[in-house]
């Protein structure tokens, strides 16, 4: 069962995704498009242009998984403008698996450890 720790680095492809992309697919897609190493062991969200399928690629110890969602009603709230990838932290892919409108929500300043700042703000592109 998939269990991403707080630590795991999420990011979000901004750009509509053809589906039927497997393992090679997705991961040629986050080398060549991306510009990132899949094998980093960070999560890659991709989504459909109709926003009703989502698919998680990334790599555990020993091979590529792939996490998929595909919703019967509603769509996955995404925005496509800007850049390629963008970084969100992992509430917020929770928060876009579960249908929140992240526009529509506040998000407050909530105390980060020192550490934890530093290692983000490196990990940063």
Not at 51 to 67: M, P
Not at 77 to 82: L, Q
Not at 90 to 112: C, F, H, N, Q
Request: proline residues 2%; aromatic residues 12%.
């Amino acid at each position: 069962m998939w269990t991403p720790n707080h630590s795991m680095r999420v990011w979000l492809y901004r750009r509509p995704t053809d589906m039927r992309k497997s393992y090679n697919g997705l991961s040629t897609l986050v080398k060549q498009v991306m510009q990132d190493d899949a094998l980093s062991g960070a999560l890659y969200v991709f989504v459909n242009r109709r926003r009703t399928q989502l698919k998680c690629l990334y790599f555990e110890d020993d091979g590529y998984c792939i996490w998929a969602k595909r919703l019967e009603q509603g769509q996955f709230r995404v925005r496509w403008e800007g850049e390629h990838k963008a970084a969100i932290e992992l509430s917020t892919l929770k928060l876009i698996i579960d249908g929140v409108d992240l526009d529509s929500i506040r998000k407050y300043k909530r105390y980060s450890h020192a550490e934890r700042m530093q290692h983000r703000l490196q990990q940063a592109p």
